[in-house]
Structure formats: C-alpha cells, structure tokens
C-alpha cells in the first residue's frame, strides 16, 4: 500500500502545481463575457485567440523579454563567478572569519529588501547607471548573491576533502584537483543556484520599479502591469495571455539545463 500511496501524494502535488499554470492558461483562451460570468468554467466554451493579440499589440512583449531575458543570463552567469571560488574558500579554510561571514549571509537574508533601495539607487547614480540595464544588473546579483553563496558553500562542503588529497598524492596541483575532480561534482550545485538566479532575476520587479523609469528599458513584469489600468481596472484577457508567455522562458531554461543536473549527479555518483 505504500507506493500506491506515494504516487497518489505524488500525483496531487503535481496537481497542485499546475492548477495555476492550467488557470492561466483558461483565462487566456476566453472572451471577456465568459471571465465575467459568475459560475467560471475550466474550458473555455468559445477559445478565441484575441488576447494574445492585443497582448502583443498594446505592449512591448517581445522586447521586454529580450530584456529581461539579457538580465536574467547575464545575473545567472555573475552570481555563478562570483558566489563559487567564495562558497569553496568559506568551506574548505573554515576560520572565525569563515563563520562570520556564513552568519552575516543568513542575517542578510532576514532584512526586508526594501530596506537597500535607497542605497542601490544611490549608488547607481553615483555610477551613473540609473535607468539602465546593466544597473539592474548588477542589482539583481547583490540580491541573489548572498542566498546563492550560502547554497555553493553547503554542496562544496558535501564534497570529501579526501578526494583532493587523493588527487595532490597522484601529482595533481591544487587548481588541477579543484578543476578535474571537485568541479564535476559540483555540477548539480552549480545548476540549481544558476537556475535560482535566472528565476530571481527573470520575476523581480521592485528593483526593477525602482532602477527603471524609461519604457523602452522596461523589463516584462514591468510591462505587465501596463495591463492594469489608472483606475485599477486590469484587462484580465491580455493580462493572463502575457503572463502565460512569461513563463515560458523559465520553462525552456529548465528543460535545458535539466540534462546537465541529471550529468552532474551520476558523475557525483561514478567520481563518489
């Protein structure tokens, strides 16, 4: 009985995330009667493709994901450089300094961000990068970086120390041990911090308010909340189809770096 089980928990779970994705994807495929009705139907009773239409017609979509898309790769990339020669000094050379800044990390996290915009935004005016979207850049990556140094250093750390004494004893140097044996075990850890980064990147929109005040710079979820009117009316059609193309690259960047997790972890397997 209790592998049917599990499967069952399984299946709800799955159910349970995808009911917001299958909403979506109702919602964007009815007219504006049908949203409006008071008895809300799963399947649209007349699928119609306007909304896409006049997603794409009253905003800027594709440029804002191109945008957003450039932030989000180049946020992941930088997160991934800098957070992983720290993660692997803060594991290996554990010192009081080493604890310090592990605690001062987790401490970072417990302040609201919204406590920093003032700072950042100073500070990118001094740098004259207000309104741009290396700025944003560079913000997002102060925002992950914390979060994503603490995630590297606990895989790092997961790692035995004895393999890279196994390696200096076959002649191997320190930088030749790190790249050729403790590397491909860090694979997984390096993709799930990288696709928490683009994630992190690709939804935020408070610095991105706040960064950017020129609509041809606008990210995507700064373009969709165009859809809400002045007086608080959203335009729910338009809305949800956009939203529905939003997640698509997130989507496509885990279908593409899924196999590379899968490798990862069977060569921490095989190298274990």
């Given at each position: 009985m209790r592998r049917p089980l599990q499967y069952l928990a399984l299946l709800a779970y799955m159910v349970f995330l995808a009911f917001p994705l299958v909403w979506l994807l109702s919602t964007a495929l009815k007219t504006s009667r049908e949203m409006a009705s008071l008895t809300p139907s799963w399947i649209p009773r007349h699928p119609v493709l306007s909304n896409f239409a006049d997603a794409f017609?009253?905003?800027d979509?594709?440029?804002?994901a191109l945008r957003s898309l450039g932030v989000a790769v180049a946020t992941s990339l930088l997160t991934i450089v800098l957070a992983l020669p720290a993660a692997y000094a803060m594991a290996r050379h554990r010192s009081l300094l080493g604890k310090l800044a592990?605690?001062?990390?987790l401490v970072s996290q417990v302040f609201p961000f919204i406590l920093i915009i003032i700072p950042l935004f100073m500070v990118l005016r001094?740098?004259?990068l207000v309104n741009t979207l290396p700025g944003l850049t560079i913000v997002h990556v102060t925002f992950v970086l914390p979060f994503a140094l603490w995630?590297?250093?606990g895989y790092v750390r997961a790692v035995p120390r004895e393999?890279?004494?196994a390696a200096a004893v076959d002649g191997a140097g320190r930088v030749r041990a790190i790249v050729r044996v403790v590397a491909p075990l860090l694979a997984p850890g390096v993709v799930a911090t990288a696709l928490f980064a683009f994630i992190s990147s690709w939804n935020e929109f408070l610095f991105a308010l706040v960064v950017l005040k020129d609509p041809g710079v606008a990210t995507l979820p700064l373009t969709l909340v165009k859809f809400t009117g002045a007086e608080g009316v959203v335009r729910l059609g338009p809305l949800a189809a956009a939203s529905l193309l939003a997640t698509i690259p997130s989507l496509a960047f885990f279908a593409?770096?899924?196999r590379r997790l899968r490798s990862g972890l069977m060569a921490g397997a095989v190298k274990g």
């Open positions: 017609a009253e905003q979509i594709v440029g804002s592990v605690g001062w990390v001094t740098l004259d995630m590297l250093q393999l890279e004494e593409i770096i899924q």
